[in-house]
């Protein structure tokens, strides 16, 4: 729980991007296992392309995707 004016947790849904996770939460595969995280704000894929699922690495600028926000 959060003691400050800051959120523990916050997605960030980039236009046309990846989906910016910041703060101390658990990511997890489609098994359900727990995915290593070495920063404290990550970048998931949402375009599909990636090479290294689940992060976003940058595939996204190339193929054409379009989120709609």
């Known amino acids: 729980m959060s ?9 960030t849904a980039c236009p046309d991007g ?7 939460v658990e990511i997890r595969d489609a098994e ?4 290593p995280r070495r ?3 990550v970048a998931l894929c ?3 392309g990636t090479a290294i ?3 976003c690495d ?3 600028k190339v193929n054409g995707y379009t989120s709609g926000t």
Do not use: M, N, S, Y
């Not at 990846?18 to 101390?24: E, H, Y």
């Not at 359900?32 to 995915?35: A, E, R, T």
């Open 3 to 11: 003691t400050g004016a800051e959120p523990d947790v916050v997605i």
């Open 18 to 24: 990846p989906l910016l996770v910041r703060g101390d």
């Open 32 to 35: 359900g296992v727990p995915v």
């Open 39 to 41: 920063r404290a704000t």
């Open 46 to 48: 949402r375009c599909g």
């Open 53 to 55: 699922p689940p992060w």
């Open 58 to 60: 940058g595939t996204h």
